[in-house]
């Protein structure tokens, strides 16, 4: 379908789509974009997933001989934008591949066969005779291997990621001018689920588009930005300065309790933490608490407590699923702590420090553990350990 003239999408809707990576649900499934440009070297950029690749083929050829084809742009090599390009580089093994010099790694150790290649590096341009092609590097968008690809005089950005959406528009509606709902909503989705933790980086890529003329942004999912590209430039850069007030920590302490002794600690920790007027205190019942509360208590924090009781030489399941919504990158060298109750032999503690040291959180305070019900030194170790963790993340 073209987008502009001699731009054409060719790539595939995936509207049945319920959980992207494992772990983003998506509740209005993807497309993965891959666009045509033609000139006189005509140009594919990126790719689509291997499970789509025979429709993804049959699209290339209602288009071009791929005997014609002769260049590739990866601007970033997920399998959802890369599956295909080891049959691409099957069929036309004459196609020279131009990414950054981590693409092209990531790519070599995924399709496992030599291909012409050609590392593109910041302002690179690759001249197609009629149409000209500069190179935008974007690294931890959210790759490392990331770049985005500006067709110069058509004032047409390639994104990849960038800009993108879980959102499977209806068929042959390709744009956003087309569509009949307003899909900001899975923009931000997509931003905060994807981009979030990369917020430094996302401004240093938006900072390289000032005095940039755009008219297009072709996104590698969902709607082709062909209208208000300034405002979804301007909304990327709000999302990636929003943040925590400076003036004020967030100490979030998330528990799960079997008999209420743990959920009574954490309650004294919540005490303790909450006598520092600087902090913020969240108290989380993750065992009552939906998936996406989680999700949004632990999205942001200065320091992150989490308490267990110990069942089957093990921490319980709830608190297990609030640190796996911690991202690892956003969460490195934070303060961290660890508390619980049990009855024998009070394993929960320890395995849970040893997973957030794997974080690289940085777990500062000594882990508080009770034997069955609190004492009254136990229950002033609890109020310290909430005071403490506090003015460590406070001036």
Sequence with gaps: MRIRPGIYWVGVRDPGLEVFDVVIPTEYGTTYNSYIVEADEPVLIDGVKKEFQDEWFAKIAARIDLADLKHLIVNHTEPDHSGSIGELLRRAPHIVVHGTRP??????????????????????????????????????????????????????????????S??????????????????????????DKIMGPFKPKVRDA???????????????????????????????????????AAEQKRVVIAYASAYGHTKRMAEL?????????????????????????????????DALIVGSPTINADAVYPVWRVLEAVSA????????????????????AALLEERLEKMRLVVGHPAV?????????????????GETVAASVTP
Excluded at 271 to 300: C, F
């Design 206 to 244: 938006l900072a390289k588009l000032e005095g940039l003329e755009l008219e297009m942004i072709a996104t590698g999912h969902g709607p082709i930005l062909d209208v208000e590209v300034d405002r979804y430039i301007q909304l990327y850069h709000a999302w990636s300065f929003q943040a925590q």
């Design 166 to 191: 879980h959102f499977a528009f209806p068929e042959g509606k390709i744009l956003a001018s087309q569509q009949e709902v307003d899909f900001t909503g899975a923009v931000e989705y997509y931003f």
């Design 269 to 301: 920790i919540a005490e303790g933490a909450s006598r520092n007027p600087k902090v913020e205190v969240v108290l989380l019942d993750a065992a009552n608490t939906s998936p996406q509360e989680v999700e949004a208590a632990v999205s942001s924090f």
């Design 103 to 164: 693409a092209l790694q990531f790519l070599s150790e995924q399709v496992n066969m030599d291909f012409n290649k050609h590392i593109v590096g910041e302002n690179d341009v690759l001249d197609l005779g009629n149409r000209k092609l500069r190179f935008i590097m974007a690294p931890f968008l959210h790759w490392p291997d990331t770049m985005w690809t500006y067709l110069e005089g058509e004032k047409v950005l390639f994104t990849c990621d960038g800009f993108g």
């Design 369 to 385: 553990k009770v034997r069955f019900s609190l004492t009254e030194q136990d229950e002033e170790r609890c109020r310290q350990m």
């Design 329 to 348: 990158i956003t969460a490195k060298g934070k303060a961290a702590a660890v508390f619980g109750n049990y009855g024998w032999s009070g394993e929960a």
